[in-house]
């Protein structure tokens, strides 16, 4: 830092660039963390590694910096909004990418006509009949990419307007592929 006479400490230019070099290190190495976590839930260990590899080193620079300058608040603010900003991007990042599978749970008085208007857009469609606190309700369950999600649940709600939908994500899936009937029978 420089000071004048009678003023405060203006910052150097390498100080600043310093800064700014902790605080995108650390919206990189936060984003990562974020998108690893993603990673995890979905399975893809391998992926996963490499990029917890990459967010640990990126997270050692970025530290490392700040606890040997600690005499510079500018390093630590800079640490501290590349996390903040870090944390926004990872979400972001981790929304488009839309990985895996949910499970869309909707609950409607208009069953067939909801399941059918859904089946109609393409969506595969699993329908149980229940009985609910006003009377007969019906429970449809659709899987989906996380990508057709929202897509599902709007057409869900043009169809029935008062319908009730929760969304989960699936872990794990199977699905048993039969060529004729009973195949699976045969040995």
């Not at 630590?76 to 903040?84: D, H, P, R, T, V």
């Not at 749970?105 to 469609?125: C, M, N, P, Q, W």
């Not at 169809?159 to 045969?186: H, Q």
């Amino acid at each position: 830092m420089v000071f004048l006479a009678d003023s405060a400490p203006i910052p150097t230019a390498e100080l600043i660039l310093t800064a700014l070099l902790i605080m995108v290190a650390r919206m990189a190495d936060v984003a990562l963390g974020t998108f690893r976590f993603v990673l995890v839930i979905n399975g893809r260990r391998a992926l996963a590694w490499l990029i917890a590899f990459l967010e640990a080193g990126i997270w050692v620079f970025a530290a490392s910096k700040v606890l040997t300058h600690l005499n510079e608040p500018l390093y630590a603010i800079a640490f501290s909004l590349g996390f903040a900003t870090g944390t926004f991007l990872g979400m972001t990042i981790e929304r488009a990418v839309a990985m895996g599978e949910q499970v869309l749970r909707i609950f409607t008085a208009k069953g067939e006509a909801v399941a059918d208007g859904l089946r109609s857009r393409g969506f595969r469609v699993t329908s149980f009949e229940g009985k609910g606190r006003d009377g007969r309700v019906d429970l449809l369950f659709i899987q989906v990419h996380r990508r057709e999600a929202v897509a599902a649940a709007v057409a869900a709600r043009v169809l029935d307007p008062d319908c009730f939908y929760v969304v989960d994500d699936v872990r794990f899936a199977s699905a048993v592929k039969r060529s004729t009937p009973g195949a699976s029978l045969r040995k």
